[in-house]
């Protein structure tokens, strides 16, 4: 009610009822026909629910947002993936961008943990975990080679650094199983061909979106889905995309061939699409920097800019002037053959300068002459600050905070530790499991399938039977564990853990470095019985000294 209205309601309520009754009648009428509510005098006050899908407001008068599909909205895909190398390549925050998730997140490799249950496969627990150890061992001597790579290039464990680095660079890679028993020197035929996302494109003359002649399915820029949106086969170059006589951008037709995604015999992926999925429909993957590729260049620029005129402003030379002396001389405006540069004009050419800026330079010139030195007043003080600005606004649209993006560990401990903890738990986990998913899993898969067809092991019904073959190549991978800054502190905590039942010692295990906490036990018992055998003081839970307080009595019973 306004002031008007409670004076009238005072004076007589029933005039107030019917003030309030017209009010609320003439308001829900505005708001049917425009959708705006009407304040007291008529004024209108809004267009109702949120702020940003209004239009009349000054905030968003100008802003012209189109509903599109992932796949329209991913039409400079060429563009967004050569800035996204370019940046990775040329512009130190671009490149932090990359590289920091991988050195977290793969590190020195994705190790493979089988997981075979006894019962589901009709052995025993030990058995099964006699099989799992050696199924791990003969795996790791496979990534630790170069049989993993059709290339010959990189280990197992580098192409897990490849792969993640090309799908943050470009959206997405493509990986052909290959059988290359034709190398000399290997001890493992399955090897994958690392193919990046420029190689996948429709065939020549296919509107994108529509039907593909030959199989009447939706082709999107070279990926065949099928009614489910489900890649079913990709369409590859057959020559290089940069190539003279062909490729990407000399298409002619019948220089592309299809490609299917599983093959029909063996139930194995023939070719894998590693992508980084955000949305539904999506086709192709998007580079990581795409969001802030723009600021990037804009960042780069006034980091160049800055330096540039710090350089300059410590190369500034000591000018006198002296009567008699010669003025210094101008750079050459001909073009070397007693012409002017400018048509037309008759410009007397000059010898050629011989002055470059160089620190502690010392020039003369005559009295008469005048030099305009310019005072840059470098460094530039207020420029950290900017840089740092940006620097956070690109930690948050990379989930990488500014402190691990720039490696500048310099805050409380807490805050360092935040850091990295709000990283492991936001970032590094997550992209472990997609890379263990996507890419880890179905090359063990594939790498005992090949085991099991040459002999190596006998797995009844791997080969006939999809679900024993998933219970036989049941695995998880571990990478590296955690940075500690304070390790003394945090293994207090962990016992508090442990001591509690809020975390095992195999969760522990895995978190600190990766490990395997049934066989650290394996391990340490075999560790302890040489330090009994050998009449050495074993250590105690603090790290020092002996339990027994010297050597072991010579009584083997007082002993144990």
């Known amino acids: 009610m306004t002031l008007v209205d409670r004076m009238v309601a005072a004076v007589s309520p029933e005039r107030g009822a019917r003030r309030m009754v017209a009010r609320a009648t003439l308001n829900a009428g505005t708001m049917m026909a425009s959708g705006s509510p009407v304040a007291p005098g008529g004024k209108v006050t809004g267009q109702g629910g949120y702020y940003g899908g209004q239009t009349n407001r000054r905030q968003t008068r100008g802003w012209r947002a189109r509903l599109r599909t992932p796949n329209q909205d991913a039409a400079k895909r060429d563009d967004l993936i050569a800035r996204s190398r370019e940046a990775a390549m040329n512009m130190p925050l671009g490149t932090a961008a990359i590289e920091r998730p991988i050195d977290f997140t793969v590190g020195s490799g994705l190790m493979a943990i089988p997981e075979i249950v006894g019962s589901e496969v009709g052995l025993s627990e030990e058995g099964a975990a006699a099989l799992n150890r050696q199924l791990g061992k003969d795996y790791d001597d496979y990534m630790s080679s170069t049989d993993p790579d059709a290339e010959r290039g990189a280990t197992g464990y580098g192409q897990q650094e490849i792969v993640m680095r090309a799908v943050l660079e470009s959206g997405d890679v493509a990986a052909f199983r290959c059988w290359a028993d034709d190398q000399v020197g290997r001890s493992h ?22 039907a593909f002649i030959g ?9 065949e889905v099928d009614g489910y949106n489900a ?47 955000r949305r539904p429909g999506q086709t192709r993957g998007i580079p990581a920097l795409a969001p802030v590729i723009e600021i990037l260049r804009q960042v780069s620029d006034l980091t160049e800019a800055e330096l540039f005129a710090a350089v300059m ?16 001389p101008e750079a050459n405006y001909g073009d070397g053959e ?15 300068s011989n002055i470059r800026m160089e620190a502690g330079q010392v020039l003369e010139i005559d009295t008469d002459s005048e030099v305009d030195v310019k005072s840059p007043g470098r460094p530039n003080p207020a420029f950290d600050p900017f840089f740092l600005g940006m620097v956070r606004q690109l930690s948050a649209a990379t989930k990488v905070p500014y402190e691990i993006l720039l490696l500048h560990f310099t805050a409380s401990y807490s805050a360092s530790r935040g850091a990295l903890e709000s990283f492991y738990v936001s970032y590094v986990f997550p992209k472990r499991e997609w890379l263990s998913s996507l890419w880890c899993d179905i090359g063990y898969q594939v790498w005992l399938y090949e085991q099991v067809v040459r002999g190596v092991y006998r797995m009844p019904g791997f080969l006939t039977n ?11 991978h571990r990478g590296d564990g955690k940075i500690s800054l304070n390790p003394a502190q945090e293994a207090k905590a962990l016992e508090v853990y442990e001591a509690h039942a809020w975390a095992t010692g195999a969760q522990i295990t895995a978190g600190l470095n990766g490990g395997d906490y049934d066989t650290n036990v394996t391990v340490r018992t075999a560790e302890h019985q040489r330090f009994v055998d050998g009449r050495l003081p074993i250590p105690n839970a603090k790290g020092g000294g002996s339990d027994t307080g010297g050597s072991p009595p010579d009584d083997p019973a007082q002993g144990d």
Not at 198 to 206: A, L, M, Y
Not at 257 to 268: A, F, Y
Not at 466 to 476: F, G, L, Q
């Open 466 to 476: 999809a679900k024993r073959r998933a219970a036989w190549s049941r695995v998880r």
């Open 338 to 352: 007693g012409n002017g540069r400018l048509d037309g004009l008759d410009i007397p050419t000059r010898p050629e």
């Open 215 to 223: 199989t009447g399915n939706i082709v999107t820029d070279g990926v």
């Open 313 to 328: 402003t410590a190369m500034l030379a000591i000018i006198y002037k002296s009567p008699g002396a010669q003025a210094m």
């Open 231 to 277: 890649p079913i086969a990709v369409h590859v170059l057959k020559k290089a995309p940069d190539g003279a006589y062909g490729g990407r951008y000399n298409r002619r037709s019948g220089d592309t061939v299809r490609v299917p995604l599983w093959g029909e015999k063996s139930g194995l992926p023939t070719v894998v699409l590693v992508k980084s999925k």
């Open 189 to 210: 035929y399955s090897a994958w061909k690392l193919v990046e996302a420029e190689w996948i494109v429709s065939p020549f003359g296919h509107i994108e979106g529509t």
